[in-house]
């Protein structure tokens, strides 16, 4: 019974967090609308806020990809002091490190295109 347990309990995760994840964005986002959409209505003036650059998103997603991708093979490092094989686990944190730096790249040649 654990067995079958412990794979219902990862497919309920699998799929639920994602999608509570998904329903709380669009969630907080409507509630913003509607909140903007009621001040207006009554006349107050309701500043938008700046959208994030193309460039800034790049750098934003850089950042956090690279730092996410170095804490994980930090961890599995770490664990792979007592375990050796936890290195193989260490070493698709290089996967999303590469995404991360192509997110810089892009961030960089954005905007050397902008001041061309």
């Known amino acids: 019974m654990d067995g079958n347990l412990v794979g219902l309990v990862a497919v309920v995760m699998i799929f639920g967090i994602p999608m509570a994840a998904m329903y709380t964005f669009y969630h907080v986002r ?3 609308t509607d909140e903007r959409m009621a001040a207006l209505a009554r006349g107050v003036n309701v500043p938008m806020q700046p959208e994030l650059s193309e460039a800034a998103r ?4 850089g950042i956090l990809l690279v730092t996410g991708a170095l804490g994980y093979m930090l961890t599995f490092a770490l664990i792979a002091r007592v375990e050796s094989e936890a290195w193989i686990a260490a070493a698709f944190g290089i996967i999303p490190l590469s995404v991360g730096l192509g997110f810089f790249l892009d961030s960089a040649l954005i905007r050397r295109d902008l001041h061309a």
């Open 58 to 61: 790049s750098r934003r997603s």
């Open 30 to 32: 409507k509630l913003r």
